[in-house]
């Protein structure tokens, strides 16, 4: 079993900054990458960040994201992070973590309220 914890979230004004934090344990074989969705209330699960985890860490991003969010890595701590500045109301989400291996897994999630 593979166990991943977010945390981090919470409330912020728009324009401030959050940083979000997944940690991996348990019977981790192998990790492909690892990312970030997010889904708000109504809405689908949605794509915003990966990183590779070989090599210098390829990452990707969501457009809407792009120039905003930053998604690191530890590889030594099974940790994937994601820095989230000039947060938007629209960024309003619960953020789920997953790890890719030998199967996807994923997080429990982790709320982000974006509001004055």
């Known amino acids: 079993q593979v166990q991943l914890v977010e945390s981090g979230g919470g409330l912020v004004q728009p324009g401030g900054s959050l940083r979000l934090s997944c940690a991996a344990s348990?019977?981790?074989?192998?990790?492909?990458?690892m990312g970030w969705y997010r889904q708000a209330p109504g809405k689908e699960r949605d794509f915003v960040a990966a990183i590779s985890w070989s090599g210098g860490g390829t990452t990707n991003y969501e457009d809407s994201v792009k120039g905003r969010f930053t998604i690191s890595r530890d590889n030594a701590k099974n940790t994937v992070y994601l820095q989230m500045n000039s947060l938007k109301a629209e960024d309003t989400a619960a953020y789920f973590c997953?790890?890719?291996?030998?199967?996807?897994?994923w997080g429990q999630g982790t709320q982000v309220t974006v509001s004055s």
């Open positions: 997953y790890l890719s291996g030998r199967a996807r897994y």
């Open positions: 348990g019977s981790i074989f192998s990790i492909y990458s």
